[in-house]
């Protein structure tokens, strides 16, 4: 919590490389005093935001406010970011990569300050480091210098010089989801580094962390590097989809959320001339083979319930070979049961409040009345763990699914379901392994999503298949100590399927906001005697 003396941090909307206030705002507080006493931090907030209490008086439980943009604000935000695109596409693009250099060296400087924000608005302080190490990789040197590749390269054809060119689209517009708002406000400002110019929304339900972490991380780096004020505009207000889709400025727009929504929404960009840049929903697989290292592959596993399953790239489903199922789902209570609600300022703690908690029961019920097996879990917790049927928690839950056939009828297996609920599905045994291999094969790759697929196995054979022939997904990660994890030349985001719309792929950001132009540059010939 901020210190009782210390004044209130505030930021107005960033436009055009100004700070511009406004009447009205936005008061975060603390989770740690929400989880403590919920009618009284929430009767804080709506008292400052009405102006019942001078924010000079605010306690140490408010962490700090935004200023709530008119739409006037907005609509100079757009024209900002069209101002400032030509001239920022137009740098040189080591000097654009040299930004991305810059928001790295920012993101390590101000770390221990980023996490403690990140914490107080509700991220535990293990995902709120992960994320940062996650960011970090994206503008790590071997993702720049990959992506430098792959923005421009230049051979010599028939006394020519051809190039080949990705050109910024222009204007991006982002708005971060809810559930992970301060990397991914990053992750869709990351579209500057290619010279576009970037316009977020930071949503008004948890604003101040996005608003922190472009203030203070990527505008600094952008203003080092010699972008033009406008190449990065930040405002908090109402919804602006509407007003982007109508906008002559806007030529992308990044969406995050819900798969049913967002496919809408890509018809609606599609109407309006522009592109839709899509992260949707995941709905992951891991498979565990009959000699998988079980350790590695539950530790990976238990990140299933990591934000309390209210992050995309988690494993949503699991597969076991018949041989290891009843050792590994064994292996996976255990772990289950170590994972305790806390505030999210205590170290180890993972689970996060899910406020939709009817949502998992009917996941459950479903999968129940459909032949799943209860293994652990399934109960509402208090932060101290205790079962309770108000409890802002709920506890790690994996059930069993029996056979491959009809997994797919279960909801839980079929989509993804935003909780901490795992199924284990176990196929029928008695056939050989070349047989249940295609089985398994055919079955992660009927998945109507696309983000992140694991497989855990000694057989080598058994890994290239897998790399060879499962095409939906923007990532496959074998034999890792994590599913979820980051590295360096490796997509955070994108996939097919339902999770990145018609077009989805894995990539980066500064690539997907991009388009290919050919460039083939003849010499000029000498002029000859008498202009012939």
Same mark, same amino acid.
């Given at each position: 919590?901020?210190?009782?003396?210390?004044?209130?941090?505030?930021?107005?909307?960033?436009?055009?490389?100004?700070?511009?206030?406004?009447?009205?705002?936005?008061?975060?507080?603390?989770?740690?005093?929400?989880?403590?006493?919920?009618?009284?931090?929430? &009767?804080?907030?709506?008292?400052?935001?009405?102006?019942?209490?001078?924010?000079?008086?605010?306690? =140490?439980?408010?962490?700090?406010?935004? %200023?709530?943009?008119?739409?006037?604000?907005?609509?100079?935000?757009?024209?900002?970011?069209?101002?400032?695109?030509?001239?920022?596409?137009? +740098?040189?693009?080591?000097? &654009?990569? &040299?930004?991305?250099?810059?928001?790295?060296?920012?993101?390590?400087?101000?770390?221990?300050?980023?996490?403690?924000?990140?914490?107080?608005?509700?991220?535990?302080?293990? @995902?709120?480091?992960?994320?940062?190490?996650?960011?970090?990789?994206?503008?790590?040197?071997?993702?720049?210098?990959?992506? !430098?590749?792959?923005?421009?390269?230049?051979?010599?054809?028939?006394?020519?010089?051809? +190039?080949?060119?990705?050109? =910024?689209?222009?204007?991006?517009?982002?708005?971060? #989801?809810?559930?992970? =708002?301060?990397? *991914?406000?990053? /992750?869709?400002?990351?579209?500057? @580094?290619?010279?576009?110019?970037?316009?977020?929304?930071?949503?008004?339900?948890?604003?101040?962390?996005?608003? /922190?972490?472009?203030?203070?991380?990527?505008?600094?780096?952008?203003?080092?590097?010699?972008?033009?004020?406008?190449?990065?505009?930040?405002?908090?207000?109402?919804?602006?989809?509407?007003?982007?889709? !109508?906008?002559?400025?806007? $030529?992308?727009?990044?969406?995050?959320?819900?798969?049913?929504?967002?496919?809408?929404?890509?018809?609606?960009?599609?109407?309006?001339?522009?592109?839709?840049?899509?992260?949707?929903?995941? $709905?992951?697989?891991?498979?565990?083979?009959?000699?998988?290292?079980?350790?590695?592959?539950?530790?990976?596993?238990?990140?299933?319930?990591?934000?309390?399953?209210?992050?995309?790239?988690?494993? $949503?489903?699991?597969?076991?070979?018949?041989?290891?199922?009843?050792?590994?789902?064994?292996?996976?209570?255990?772990?289950?049961?170590?994972?305790?609600?806390?505030?999210?300022?205590?170290?180890?703690?993972? @689970?996060?409040?899910?406020?939709?908690?009817?949502?998992?029961?009917?996941?459950?019920?479903?999968?129940?009345?459909?032949?799943?097996? #209860?293994v652990c879990g399934g109960r509402r917790l208090e932060v101290d763990?205790? =079962?309770?049927?108000?409890?802002?928690?709920?506890?790690?839950?994996?059930?069993?699914? *029996?056979?491959?056939?009809?997994?797919?009828?279960?909801? %839980?297996?079929?989509?993804?379901?935003?909780?901490?609920?795992?199924?284990?599905?176990? #196929?029928?045994?008695?056939?050989?392994?070349?047989?249940?291999?295609?089985?398994?094969? !055919?079955f992660v790759d009927g998945n109507a999503y696309g983000l992140r *697929?694991?497989?855990?196995? %000694?057989?080598?054979?058994?890994?290239?298949?897998?790399?060879?022939?499962?095409?939906?997904?923007?990532?496959?990660?074998? *034999?890792?100590?994590?599913?979820?994890?980051?590295?360096?030349?490796?997509?955070?985001?994108?996939?097919?399927?339902?999770?990145?719309?018609?077009?989805?792929?894995?990539?980066?950001?500064?690539?997907?906001?991009?388009?290919?132009?050919?460039?083939?540059?003849?010499?000029?010939?000498?002029?000859?005697?008498?202009?012939?």
């Amino acid at each position: 919590m901020r210190e009782p003396d210390a004044p209130l941090p505030t930021y107005g909307s960033y436009v055009g490389g100004r700070d511009i206030d406004a009447a009205e705002h936005i008061y975060a507080v603390s989770t740690r005093a929400i989880l403590e006493d919920a009618p009284r931090a929430l &009767r804080l907030k709506r008292m400052l935001e009405r102006g019942e209490i001078d924010p000079a008086f605010a306690g =140490p439980e408010v962490i700090g406010r935004c %200023a709530v943009a008119d739409a006037a604000t907005a609509r100079a935000a757009l024209a900002a970011a069209a101002g400032a695109a030509r001239e920022w596409s137009r +740098s040189p693009l080591d000097v &654009r990569l &040299r930004a991305g250099e810059l928001i790295r060296k920012r993101l390590a400087e101000t770390r221990s300050a980023f996490v403690e924000v990140m914490v107080a608005e509700g991220r535990t302080r293990t @995902l709120a480091e992960w994320e940062i190490d996650g960011l970090l990789h994206i503008v790590s040197p071997e993702t720049l210098s990959w992506c !430098a590749e792959l923005l421009q390269r230049d051979f010599h054809y028939g006394g020519k010089r051809i +190039s080949m060119r990705r050109k =910024p689209d222009g204007v991006v517009c982002v708005a971060p #989801p809810q559930n992970a =708002p301060h990397s *991914n406000a990053i /992750y869709g400002a990351a579209a500057v @580094l290619s010279g576009n110019a970037v316009v977020v929304r930071a949503p008004r339900s948890i604003p101040f962390g996005v608003m /922190y972490a472009l203030r203070e991380i990527v505008a600094p780096a952008l203003e080092e590097a010699g972008a033009p004020p406008g190449t990065l505009n930040v405002v908090c207000g109402p919804p602006m989809m509407e007003e982007w889709l !109508a906008s002559e400025h806007v $030529n992308d727009i990044i969406y995050f959320g819900g798969t049913e929504k967002g496919l809408v929404f890509q018809n609606d960009c599609a109407a309006a001339g522009k592109k839709p840049i899509l992260e949707l929903a995941g $709905n992951d697989c891991a498979i565990v083979w009959r000699d998988a290292d079980l350790d590695l592959a539950v530790g990976a596993l238990a990140e299933a319930f990591h934000a309390s399953g209210q992050i995309c790239n988690i494993p $949503n489903q699991v597969i076991a070979h018949p041989a290891i199922a009843g050792e590994l789902i064994e292996r996976l209570a255990a772990a289950a049961a170590r994972v305790r609600p806390g505030h999210p300022d205590e170290e180890g703690v993972v @689970l996060t409040p899910v406020l939709a908690a009817d949502g998992f029961f009917a996941f459950l019920a479903d999968a129940l009345d459909k032949g799943a097996e #209860p293994v652990c879990g399934g109960r509402r917790l208090e932060v101290d763990g205790t =079962p309770s049927d108000t409890g802002f928690f709920i506890e790690p839950t994996v059930i069993r699914v *029996n056979g491959l056939a009809g997994a797919r009828d279960i909801e %839980a297996v079929r989509s993804e379901t935003f909780f901490p609920l795992l199924p284990v599905v176990v #196929p029928e045994a008695g056939g050989s392994d070349e047989r249940l291999l295609d089985e398994v094969l !055919a079955f992660v790759d009927g998945n109507a999503y696309g983000l992140r *697929n694991s497989l855990w196995t %000694a057989d080598e054979r058994v890994a290239e298949r897998f790399a060879d022939e499962v095409r939906n997904g923007g990532v496959l990660k074998v *034999n890792d100590d994590s599913h979820c994890g980051f590295y360096p030349y490796m997509p955070s985001h994108g996939g097919t399927g339902l999770t990145g719309g018609v077009f989805g792929e894995a990539s980066y950001m500064m690539i997907r906001t991009t388009h290919l132009q050919g460039v083939a540059l003849t010499p000029a010939r000498p002029a000859t005697a008498g202009g012939k």
